[in-house]
Nanobody, 118 residues
Framework: QVQLVESGGGLVQPGGSLRLSCVAS????????MGWYRQAPGKQRALVAD???????NYADSVKGRFTISRNNAKKSVHLQMNSLKPEDTAVYYC????????????WGQGTQVTVSS
């Protein structure tokens, strides 16, 4: 089994920044793609960004140019730097991980709340 533990959520004003972190433990071999999803009240969970083991990134159109995903394979961690935050970025953010043949996440973190409000 794999455990994913997120940190870094909180309350920030519009235009501000937050950095989310996620550390994996357990059977982490083969965690090819790690990423972040978010779920706002009344909406479905949606991909924010993901990154492969080799560093190829993928972003939702709504966050391109504002968010940056990165990972440290040695530390089994993935990070999401969020800049120029908007109220519509408010959601619970979930860390995810999947193996090389999976098309959807195999593992999820517990989620961390991000609230963008003045």
């Amino acid at each position: 089994q794999v455990q994913l533990v997120e940190s870094g959520g909180g309350l920030v004003q519009p235009g501000g920044s937050l950095r989310l972190s996620c550390v994996a433990s357990g059977r982490v071999l083969g965690l090819y793609t790690m990423g972040w999803y978010r779920q706002a009240p009344g909406k479905q969970r949606a991909l924010v960004a993901d990154i492969t083991y080799s560093g190829t990134t993928n972003y939702a159109d709504s966050v391109k140019g504002r968010f940056t995903i990165s990972r440290n394979n040695a530390k089994k961690s993935v990070h999401l730097q969020m800049n120029s935050l908007k109220p519509e970025d408010t959601a619970v953010y979930y860390c995810s991980a999947r193996g090389p043949v999976s098309v959807t996440p195999d593992y999820w973190g517990q989620g961390t709340q991000v609230t963008v409000s003045s």
